[in-house]
């Protein structure tokens, strides 16, 4: 009788369609981690991807010669770094605000070379990739890097547009905004960072390139480790905190994720050196750099994703883009969704 009934309650959970097992490891939950792990190493160009859900790691791969301690050149994701560090400036009392005119800062060059519009521009206005100034990036990037001074390249680009207008994205006007950090802190970008930011969290920044001044480039190649990475969009996801320190005013954080301009390149929205979209039905932050360097903060699913790129095969083109973001869409976020 007894082993009747036993038979008899199989059936019905089968039928209703219970779990068998019990650990809470069910086939469902390791199937979509083999999976996005299956469907990630399918695309060439990713080195790491990391997932980190309610502040805990649920996947940490490494792809393509890239190893686990490992730091790498995050390109213009450095650029969200910079954002950081001006925010820092900004609550510490060193930049008295994002309204403040740039001209301060490059008082020499301005004397030898005024121009009310060019010393109108305001802090804001490079955060948000909007100072009206004809591009250092993609087909200037070369002129720029070997020119023997990049401030006064990048402040001698003609105005295309006017200060807070249409966005201009330039490399050179990040790197003004580590110029700026310099002059404002009387330390270097580096030593500020360490300061105020890398060591609080426990990151360890790799190689950074500096200009022929010694300025260290605002915005690109700066390496870090996928773990620092992430660390940065947790805090960032906590509006600031990180082990329950304030790293960055909660204002700061708010500022940055909000819209202030668009790429004229891509569908994506602009902050403080932050980007800003739809992926599926979720809103999506990101700091990105060339080659496929991300930081993905999925804020209504207490998310943070982190991938890495290789630079060797990439290509202005940015091929890289549509499969990552198709991982994101249609394998990460579905998988995050199941324990909203």
Known sequence: MIARLLSLMLVFA??????????????????????????VSAIPSVTSLLIQKDGQALAEYYF?????????????????IISLLVGIAVDKGYIEDVEQSIRPYFKDYFEANPDSVKES?????????????ETT??????RWVVSDNWVEFALDQ?????????MAYSTGTSHLLSVILTKATEMTTKAFAEKYLFRPMNIEVGGWDRDPQGYYMG?????LKPQGMIKIGQMMLNKGRYNGQQIISEKWVVDSFKTYTR??????????????KLV??????????????????????????VLTGALQNATQSRSYKEPVFELLREDIIPYLTQYK
């Open 121 to 133: 521009i305001t802090i804001k206005d490079l955060l948000t990739m909007r100072s009206g100034l």
């Open 158 to 166: 003609p105005l295309e547009k006017e200060p807070g207008g249409d």
């Open 219 to 223: 915005g690109n190649n700066m390496a």
């Open 64 to 80: 393509d010669g890239l190893r686990n301690g490992e730091t790498t050149n995050i390109k213009s994701a450095a650029k969200s």
């Open 14 to 39: 089968l039928l209703l369609g219970m779990p068998s097992r019990s650990d809470g490891d069910t086939p469902a939950d390791s199937l979509s981690l083999d999976q996005i792990h299956d469907n």
């Open 280 to 305: 599926g039905k979720e809103k999506v932050y990101f700091a990105w750099g060339f080659g496929g360097q991300y930081i993905f903060i999925i804020p209504d699913l207490d998310a943070v994703v």
């Open 137 to 142: 990036s993609f087909h200037n990037y070369g």
């Open 263 to 276: 790429s004229n390149y891509n569908p994506y929205n602009y902050g403080y050196m932050w980007w800003n």
